[in-house]
């Protein structure tokens, strides 16, 4: 929306071409969205305890967690306003990958706002039902597979690449669709899981962002792209600043979330930035990259898996208690050390993930 007045008013004065600059747009975006997001926070945490809109804890689960019950959640909307408002505000409206993150990210969003809102406004539960939930995740990951299918301009756009190999790639056909679809619900789910202690999920869905957000901006550079031997996307540069924002919106919302938290991001939170994330990876082809640097987001996903597979088939549980975060709580480690080592694996594998623009 702001390009757009920039490009009016340029001319009447260059000065306003600076804003033509990927760069700098996606500053603002991370700025706009970090600035909504901690001015916005007080408001909704305020709002959220006065309707009495808390989380529920489980008692299964580690006792030091009994004295979260009653904070508020679904402050994961926070994160979509101020991602919404900065992408709309700094980002190239006409570029259809900017609708189609937005869509994803707002439509998963919007299932697990009705989770949550049935969990804990209804005090149903079971909130959605799981066959619901995936069949509305099944809906949009789809719909966004097949708009990305369908629009691709050229061949590298739905081909599989392999990181740290130059010459080492798939065409995928028709099996790009199911890709996407197994890509976006899959991450999306995946953070969901991950959501269980005070900033656990929120940091790494920053830091894994924002690399993804260097993709995009080397993606979307011709020159950049031929001289790191990483496929071109017309267009994917604009991401920059939905990633932008997706960082600044993290890290406001962060400021709130921080051990011990004021307010949870609920799955509304969760599944929207999971989805965002999948999305964005497929679009600038690092599918196998981003299963890289959200190892963390990958290997408690993983814990679940094997939990419920090992007690089904022998009556026996491998963890303690999965995700596998809960794991370690229960072996004694305090909730602070197992948020932070987390975050510190996390920007190891995102530096893994990011030498692959070179290591090849």
């Given at each position: 929306?702001?390009?757009?007045?920039?490009?009016?008013?340029?001319?009447?004065?260059t000065?306003?071409?600076?804003?033509?600059?990927?760069?700098?747009?996606?500053?603002?975006?991370?700025?706009?969205?970090?600035?909504?997001?901690?001015?916005?926070?007080?408001?909704?945490?305020?709002?959220?305890?006065?309707?009495?809109?808390?989380?529920?804890v489980?008692?299964?689960?580690?006792?030091?967690?009994?004295?979260?019950?009653?904070?508020?959640?679904?402050?994961?909307?926070?994160?979509?306003?101020?991602?919404?408002?900065?992408?709309?505000?700094?980002?190239?409206?006409?570029?259809?990958?900017?609708?189609?993150?937005?869509?994803?990210?707002?439509?998963?969003?919007?299932?697990?706002?009705?989770?949550?809102?049935?969990?804990?406004?209804?005090?149903?539960?079971?909130?959605?039902?799981?066959?619901?939930?995936?069949f509305?995740?099944?809906?949009?990951?789809?719909?966004?597979?097949?708009?990305?299918?369908?629009?691709?301009?050229?061949?590298?756009?739905?081909?599989?690449?392999?990181?740290?190999?130059?010459?080492?790639?798939?065409?995928?056909?028709?099996?790009?669709?199911?890709?996407?679809?197994?890509?976006i619900?899959?991450?999306?789910?995946?953070?969901?899981?991950?959501?269980?202690?005070?900033?656990?999920?929120?940091?790494?869905?920053?830091?894994?962002?924002?690399a993804?957000?260097?993709?995009?901006?080397?993606?979307?550079?011709?020159?950049?792209?031929?001289?790191?031997?990483?496929?071109?996307?017309?267009g994917?540069?604009?991401?920059?600043?939905?990633?932008g924002?997706?960082?600044?919106?993290?890290?406001?919302?962060l400021?709130?979330?921080?051990?011990?938290?004021?307010?949870?991001m609920?799955?509304v939170g969760?599944?929207?930035?999971?989805?965002?994330?999948?999305?964005?990876?497929?679009?600038?082809?690092?599918?196998?990259?981003?299963?890289?640097?959200?190892?963390?987001?990958?290997?408690?996903?993983?814990?679940?898996?094997?939990?419920?597979?090992?007690?089904k088939?022998?009556?026996?549980?491998?963890?303690?208690?999965?995700?596998?975060?809960?794991?370690?709580?229960?072996?004694?480690w305090p909730?602070?050390?197992?948020?932070?080592?987390?975050?510190?694996?996390?920007?190891?594998?995102?530096?893994?993930?990011?030498?692959?623009?070179?290591?090849?």
């Amino acid at each position: 929306m702001l390009l757009l007045i920039a490009q009016y008013l340029q001319q009447f004065h260059t000065g306003f071409s600076v804003f033509q600059y990927l760069t700098l747009r996606g500053i603002l975006g991370v700025l706009t969205a970090l600035g909504l997001a901690l001015f916005l926070g007080p408001w909704m945490i305020r709002t959220l305890s006065f309707r009495q809109i808390g989380q529920s804890v489980r008692n299964d689960g580690p006792q030091s967690h009994l004295s979260k019950a009653g904070t508020p959640t679904m402050g994961g909307a926070l994160i979509l306003v101020a991602i919404s408002i900065a992408t709309l505000l700094w980002a190239d409206l006409s570029n259809i990958y900017v609708w189609v993150v937005l869509g994803v990210t707002l439509s998963f969003g919007a299932i697990g706002w009705v989770d949550d809102y049935r969990k804990v406004v209804e005090k149903n539960s079971r909130g959605l039902p799981s066959r619901w939930k995936y069949f509305w995740q099944s809906v949009f990951g789809l719909t966004a597979a097949v708009i990305l299918y369908l629009t691709a301009s050229s061949p590298v756009e739905t081909t599989l690449i392999v990181p740290f190999f130059k010459q080492i790639a798939f065409q995928l056909g028709l099996m790009y669709v199911v890709l996407t679809y197994f890509v976006i619900v899959g991450s999306s789910n995946a953070v969901n899981l991950t959501d269980g202690l005070d900033g656990l999920a929120i940091m790494p869905t920053v830091m894994v962002g924002g690399a993804l957000g260097i993709f995009c901006y080397l993606s979307g550079n011709v020159r950049f792209a031929e001289y790191l031997l990483i496929p071109h996307v017309p267009g994917a540069g604009e991401l920059i600043i939905f990633c932008g924002a997706l960082v600044g919106a993290g890290l406001g919302f962060l400021w709130f979330n921080t051990y011990p938290a004021q307010v949870f991001m609920g799955d509304v939170g969760a599944l929207a930035l999971g989805a965002a994330l999948g999305v964005i990876a497929v679009i600038v082809r690092q599918e196998i990259v981003l299963f890289i640097m959200g190892g963390i987001f990958v290997v408690e996903t993983l814990s679940v898996i094997v939990q419920v597979a090992s007690f089904k088939l022998t009556g026996r549980r491998v963890f303690r208690m999965a995700p596998i975060h809960h794991h370690f709580e229960l072996k004694g480690w305090p909730e602070p050390r197992v948020i932070v080592r987390f975050w510190i694996i996390t920007v190891i594998l995102v530096l893994v993930g990011l030498s692959t623009l070179k290591l090849r």
